[in-house]
């Protein structure tokens, strides 16, 4: 038997047929049956329930065929997505950095053991997919191996902001400021690399992180991309 082909009246996982009576995932076409949403086990990136092609990694991840189409999982395509998500968002924003930041590929056993070593304490619903820590003298990015492409990328930008402020801003613990400033960082490397809708999306998002990007989105209309910078420098 072939796999159903994808159409709007079949469940994306099963392929069974829906009959008017379907769930769908936040800011995904995907359409899937009661049964799938309740019994099949999800997609460890995207929470999409798991059809037939799905692949297990390493660490016990499981990912869907659509994550899996872009995701990566070579340390040296990790590195050349990495070394161009800074260019870029050195070239838009203009964040430098003086000592510079290492980059690890890592898988999700790892991260977790690093984030928890940080005493770092994501919030609720937030799922870690990179992370930067300065352990003395190590600045290092962390990255999950197997994200998608473009996930990787924004989430580079995100740890590559924090980066910028552990050298720029020492003073700043303002939680809302320190990923406001983030998430407006990986936001603007989204329209940068000209995927405006997936930019669009993180203005409406459910993410914990939501509100902060707002109020430095805000804060950008007040005094402009400069004024944000110099603001973030002299914040506590
Ligand atoms: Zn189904
Ligand atoms: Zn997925
Ligand atoms: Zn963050």
């Known amino acids: ?55 297990s990694l390493h660490d016990g991840r499981l990912q869907c065929a ?47 053991g690093i984030r928890a070593s940080g005493g770092n304490v994501p919030p609720a619903g937030y799922n870690t997919l990179g992370l930067y820590q300065r352990q003395g003298y190590i600045r290092a990015i962390y990255m999950l191996y197997g994200l998608p492409r473009l996930g990787f990328r924004t989430t580079v930008a995100h740890e590559y902001a924090h980066a910028w402020q552990g050298e720029r801003c020492p003073l700043l613990r303002d939680e809302m400021l320190r990923e406001g400033h983030a998430e407006w960082v990986a936001y603007y490397h989204l329209r940068w690399l000209g995927c405006g809708k997936a930019a669009d999306r993180m203005l409406t998002s459910q993410h914990p992180y939501r509100p902060a990007l707002d109020q430095v989105l805000e804060l950008e209309r007040r005094v402009g991309v400069a004024g944000v910078h110099a603001y973030l420098m002299q914040a506590e």
């Open 66 to 112: 659509n994550c899996h189409a872009t995701a990566v999982y070579d340390p040296a395509v990790a590195r050349g997505l990495f070394d161009e998500t800074v260019t870029g968002v050195v070239a838009q924003l203009g964040l430098t950095l003086n000592v510079g930041v290492a980059f690890r590929l890592v898988d999700a056993p790892t991260l977790e």
């Open 1 to 55: 038997m072939s796999p159903a082909r994808p159409t709007r009246d079949r469940c994306a996982s099963c392929g069974g047929p829906l009959n008017n009576n379907y769930y769908t995932l936040l800011d995904r076409p995907e359409r899937y049956c009661a049964r799938c949403i309740a019994t099949r086990p999800r997609c460890a990136t995207c929470g999409a329930p798991l059809g037939a092609a799905h692949w």
